[in-house]
């Protein structure tokens, strides 16, 4: 995506860029496979799984799966959740108007406040902004 200072702002600008919305799981999946592709660690700093845990996640972000992570404390459940955050993009668009209550899909927001200022204005007058990776997952 565009750095920071050069992305779209509004609504037309976002649909001029050709930028596609997906859903989290297809996000996560897409950036997967690039990382896949290039050879780079996918889950650094886990240890001891990269015969068991690593290759049955691998799979199921590859099939599409829900995942559920079990375990007693201290195995490294919410840190391999935290590695899967890291194949979100590095950030995503939302409708940014007053009042709403979530950070709406520009394309297909959910709130009543983002689907009636985006009903009531033109493209050029829909704001969007940027919700960052590191926000999106804590």
Do not use: C
Request: no cysteine; aromatic share 8%.
């Amino acid at each position: 995506m565009a750095s920071p200072t050069t992305r779209p702002t509004t609504l037309r600008e976002l649909r001029d860029s050709g930028w596609q919305s997906k859903s989290v799981k297809r996000e996560i999946h897409d950036n997967f496979l690039r990382r896949l592709a290039s050879g780079v660690e996918l889950f650094p700093g886990i240890v001891g799984y990269e015969d068991t845990v690593i290759p049955e996640i691998n799979l199921a972000i590859l099939a599409g799966h829900d995942m559920l992570f079990l375990g007693e404390k201290g195995q490294g459940k919410s840190r391999l959740m935290r590695r899967i955050a890291e194949f979100l993009d590095d950030a995503v668009p939302y409708l940014n108007v007053p009042d709403a209550p979530v950070h709406d899909d520009p394309y297909r927001p959910i709130s009543r406040v983002g689907r009636d200022f985006v009903a009531e204005h033109s493209e050029d007058e829909v704001p969007i902004a940027w919700w960052p990776r590191d926000q999106r997952y804590a």
